[in-house]
C-alpha cells in the first residue's frame, strides 16, 4: 500500500519546507522537497489542503488508569482522545490497580495496546515493588520489556533507593523518570547522586524556575539528564485547581518559557491525568490534557515568538531521543506517524466535548490556537477530524 500526501508544509525539528511525502509499509518511503508534479505510482492520496505536517507527538508521561481505573479511563479512551491530540506514542505511567511492577502485567497492557492498534504503547515499569521501599522490581525479567521505569506519582524520598535506581539504570540500560516533592530539593538530591553513581536520569514534570537553574548545572557538567514539562505549567500560574506539582508562580512561568528557549528543558509530556468529577471533588491531583495539549504549548509558542520547529522537537525528537526511538523526525525510513495541523485555528476549550472519559479541566472558556486535523500512525489514518473517525 502507497499513500501519497500532498499539498503541505512540512515541519519537523529540522525545518519547514513545502513538500509531498510517500508512504509504503508504514514507514516514509520518500520525502519530495518540491511543490509540482511527482512521478510516482500510489494506491492512494491524502490532499493536506495546505496545512502543516508535524511528525506524530510522542507523550513522554501520561497516565491512561488501566488497569484498575477504568471509571477514570480505559486505554481505549485514553488513546483515542491522544489521537485526537495528535499523539501517536505514549509513555504510560505505572501508577494503575496494580501498580505495573511484574513482567506478566507490564505484558498484558502491552498485548491490550497492540490489539487496539491505536497509539503505540511505552508502558513504564515501576521502580520498586508496589511503589514501596522494601524491594526493587526484578529489572532483569522487566527490562526486555520497557526501558523506561518510575515510581511516578510517589516521590523517592529514601536515598538508598535512589541510588539502586540509578545504579540500576547503567547497568540495565534504561531512563529513571522521578516525581518529585518537595520539587527542587529532591532534584539537588537527585542531581548530587547521578554525579556519584552516574546513570540516567529523567525528571518529570518539572515546575520551578529554582529546579530548571539546578538542572542546567547539572547539563553544564555533562550528566545525563532531561526533564519535561506540562502542558499547564506553561500555560498557566497561581492556579487553585489541584495538581501534581502544585501551579506555580507567574516568575516560574517565565522561567520554563526561558527553559526552553535555551534548551534546558527537553521535551514535552502532557501528565494527561483523567479522574471522575468524584474523585476531583476528593481531592484527586490532575488534569485531562491529551486533546488540548498540542493547543496550549502552540498557544504559549506564538504568545512568546518561539518558532514550530521548536515545538516539534519538544514534542517528538525530545522524546524520540530520549526513548532510545528512530522516530519523530519526517525523514526517509523513519515511521510513518504524522499529524496534519490547521495552525490558524482558533478557539475556546470545552471540557465537555473531551472524547476522553474524563473532563476534569479548569481552562474551560480559554481561547487557544490550532487544532489537528489527522492524526496517522505507522501509515494508517487513526484520527480524522473532517470525518470525525474515532
Ligand atoms: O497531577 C498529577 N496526577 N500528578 C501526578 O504525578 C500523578 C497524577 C495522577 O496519577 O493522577
Ligand atoms: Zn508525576
Partial sequence: MKTLITNIEIIDAAGRRPGKILIEDGKIKKVYKEKGLVRVEFDEEIDGGGYALLPGFIDMHCHLRDPGFEYKETMETGMK??????????????????IIDNPGDLKKNRMKASELDLCQLIQVSALTRNFGEDDMVDFDSLRPFTNVFSNDGVSILREDIMIKGLEASTVYDFILLTHCQPETSLVKRDIE???KVGGHLHVCHISKKDTLEAIGLAKDKGLDITCEVTPHHLFASAMEYKVNPPF????????????IKDGVIDMF??????????????GAPGIDNFEIAFSMYYTVFEQNGIKLEKLSEMLSEGPAKRLGLKAGLIKERYPADLVLVDLNWEGKINPKEFISKSKNNPFGGETLKGKILMTIVKGNVK???YRSTI
Fill in 81 to 98: 482522545a491522544a489521537l485526537k491530540g495528535g499523539f501517536t506514542s505514549l509513555v504510560a505511567m505505572a501508577n494503575t490497580k496494580p
Fill in 193 to 195: 547522586l547521578l554525579e
Fill in 269 to 282: 509530556g502532557t501528565d494527561h491525568a483523567p479522574h471522575s468529577e468524584e474523585d476531583k471533588k476528593k
Fill in 248 to 259: 506555580r508562580t507567574y516568575p516560574d512561568r517565565r522561567a520554563l518559557i526561558e527553559g
Fill in 383 to 385: 484520527y480524522d477530524d
